[in-house]
């Protein structure tokens, strides 16, 4: 009886495993890379941590500018988001999904990305895409990745002293 427990357990914990989180893509090689570093608190005990949000953006073999999204939210559960880009005003970028919005707009070497209502936990957007149970997009800065390591720039709140 006890073999039979664990291995139910373990079968259980398998497939939930899978089903809370999404599998983030890894962008082609001609793509320009982007990061948002954030703080993420979690629903499960562990204290707040560090999440890393990371954007790619590349024009296809079709002449086609495309993007990839993965966020990182509570309980270390990821969002994953792909698609065409349109032009949408001077350094300005547009994803549509029926309502899902997503905006980038160029600022210097960074993008801003904001978001139309529905994606946050639980919303219709996180729902219709590749997000596990708490995955969410939110809006943020991106700096382009390699500026990103050498010197963080955060969208958290600053620790007081």
Not at 7 to 16: D, F, N, P, R, Y
Not at 44 to 67: C, E, K, M, Y
Not at 113 to 138: I, K, N
Request: charged share 15%.
């Amino acid at each position: 009886m006890r073999t039979m427990t664990y291995s139910a357990l373990l079968i259980l914990g398998v497939v939930l495993s899978h089903s809370v989180r999404a599998e983030c893509q890894s962008p082609p090689d001609n793509a320009r890379n982007f990061v948002r570093v954030h703080r993420v608190h979690h629903f499960n005990g562990d204290p707040p941590s560090s999440g890393a949000d990371t954007l790619a953006i590349w024009r296809s073999s079709a002449d086609v500018q495309r993007f990839s999204l993965c966020t990182t939210g509570p309980n270390y559960h990821s969002c994953f988001v792909q698609g065409d880009l349109q032009p949408a005003g001077s350094g300005e970028f547009l994803f549509q999904a029926s309502e899902c919005k997503l905006t980038l707009r160029q600022k210097g070497a960074a993008f801003v990305l904001t978001s139309s209502p529905g994606w946050e936990r639980s919303g219709a957007c996180v729902q219709q895409f590749s997000c596990g149970m708490y995955g969410t997009v939110e809006a943020g800065t991106f700096a382009p990745k390699k500026a990103a390591n050498r010197s963080i720039q955060t969208d958290a709140p600053k620790a007081r002293r």
